[in-house]
């Protein structure tokens, strides 16, 4: 298979109607505020404690399509010894790796910031690809504030992701671009449309002048919404008329789909905005959920570390991806998420 059909085939299954991708890429630092929710202390014994309850539990493989992983879990194995990438792997299940190395601030624009993790990337990307890694992941970060962001930072960051993205696509990899407009502050749900469309705008022009194959690409963004301190908070519907106004105005058709984040908003939030912005479906593009907080934080609250919760826990985590693939087919209902948990 050449590689472009190796694209085209890795975009299509992660995809898959009715699935989504589980982002469990934490470093190992944020994985220590996913563990301290319970408090457990931060240590490699809990890291994988908590990442191999996420992939062996059973018939995850039916809503999950891929999971994002970071370097230190690509390298980490069941208690049985079975590398956690051939894990998901024989459940059907795509890796995934998160391959920038965070954010640096931006010399000249205060409070801005720029990914880190070019150098070396390509052998990275050869070597994870050897490990069973069919897609990546990069995230930019776009803040919103009084006069930020600046044109300079987004065009810095779609450079850094232009280029990232011709890597993977050169090694095999499906690159999944994530700039995030960050969901913090008092901004307006007006303002973060007029953000978040200037930086797809960007993005995409950018990677279009660089000739990345967008069929062999992924999109994760942010929904567009007021911020989190913001006296007036943004409907199901208001999110999803914005959200698809903004993707319509600057994603070009030919993107192989499209991936939120949840950024922070509570799991019945994630999953309402998402199930609203699925019902106004069909759209271009493929559009699925590809979470971290609002899947494993349910998660973790059943577990509490307590190997006598893990099968319970197990089951949330199910509940939780099967909801939210029914979202992304606008098919939730909160009264068959009471019924069903
Ligand atoms: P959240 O769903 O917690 O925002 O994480 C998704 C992600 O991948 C952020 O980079």
New binding site residues.
């Given amino acids: 298979m050449n590689t472009q059909a190796k694209l085209y085939e890795t975009v299509a299954m992660m995809m898959a109607p009715g699935k989504g991708i589980l ?1 469990a ?1 934490e470093s190992d630092s944020t994985a220590g505020k996913r563990l301290d929710m319970v408090h457990l202390p931060n240590n490699a014994e809990n890291r994988q404690d908590f990442r191999e309850l996420l992939f062996t539990a059973p018939n995850v493989e039916e809503y999950l399509s891929g999971v ?1 992983m970071y370097d230190s879990s690509m390298r980490t194995a069941t208690d049985d010894g079975v590398p956690f990438p051939d894990v998901l792997t024989a459940k059907g299940i795509l890796p995934g790796i998160k391959v920038d190395t965070g954010t640096k601030e931006l010399e000249g624009f205060p409070g801005e910031v720029v990914s880190q993790g070019l150098d070396g990337l390509e052998e990275r990307f050869l070597e994870y690809a050897d490990m069973g890694a069919r897609f990546a ?1 990069w ?1 930019a970060v776009i803040t919103i504030d009084k006069n930020i962001p600046t044109d300079a930072s987004i065009e810095m960051n779609a450079i850094m992701l232009t280029r990232y993205a011709q890597l993977a696509q050169r090694c095999g990899i499906v690159p999944m671009v ?1 700039p ?1 407009v960050i969901f913090a502050g008092d901004h307006t749900i007006e303002r973060a449309e007029m953000v978040t469309t200037r930086t797809l705008q960007i993005l995409f022009q950018t990677l279009m002048k660089y000739k990345v194959d967008l069929g062999g690409l992924i999109l ?1 963004s942010s929904m567009v919404l007021a911020g989190d301190m913001c006296r007036e908070q943004s409907s199901p519907e208001e999110v999803a008329n914005a959200t698809l106004r903004t993707f319509h105005m600057s994603v070009p058709h030919d993107v192989g789909g499209i991936v939120f ?4 908003q509570s799991p019945k939030r994630s999953t309402e905005n998402l199930n609203a912005i699925g019902k106004m479906g069909p759209q271009p593009w493929p559009i699925t959920y ?5 899947i494993e934080e349910p998660f973790l609250l059943a577990w509490q570390g307590k190997p006598e919760n893990a099968a319970e826990a197990q089951k949330v985590l199910l509940h939780a991806c099967k909801m939210n693939s029914l979202a992304s087919q606008g098919k939730y209902e909160v009264t068959l998420d009471q019924i069903l948990k």
């Fill in positions: 982002a890429d994002i992941k995230r994530e995030e994760k984040l949840s950024g922070g590809s979470y971290s907080r609002a």
